[in-house]
């Protein structure tokens, strides 16, 4: 079996830039981008898992 990572995108800029970095993405190799346009408050009320770096 093949892993296939996901690629989830969100950031406080125009859909224009981050399809940009999408496409810079796919063009590396990616293939399983996925853009989330509630940006990052919206993975905070759908309760997804967060990193945090410590200090």
Known sequence: M???PQ???YCAC???EIAERAAFL???GYR???VMLEGHPGS???GYPLE???R
């Open 2 to 4: 093949v892993y296939k």
């Open 7 to 9: 690629v989830v995108l």
């Open 14 to 16: 125009t859909m224009n």
């Open 26 to 28: 796919e063009f590396r």
């Open 32 to 34: 399983n981008i996925f």
């Open 44 to 46: 905070v009320k759908r």
């Open 52 to 54: 945090t770096s410590r």
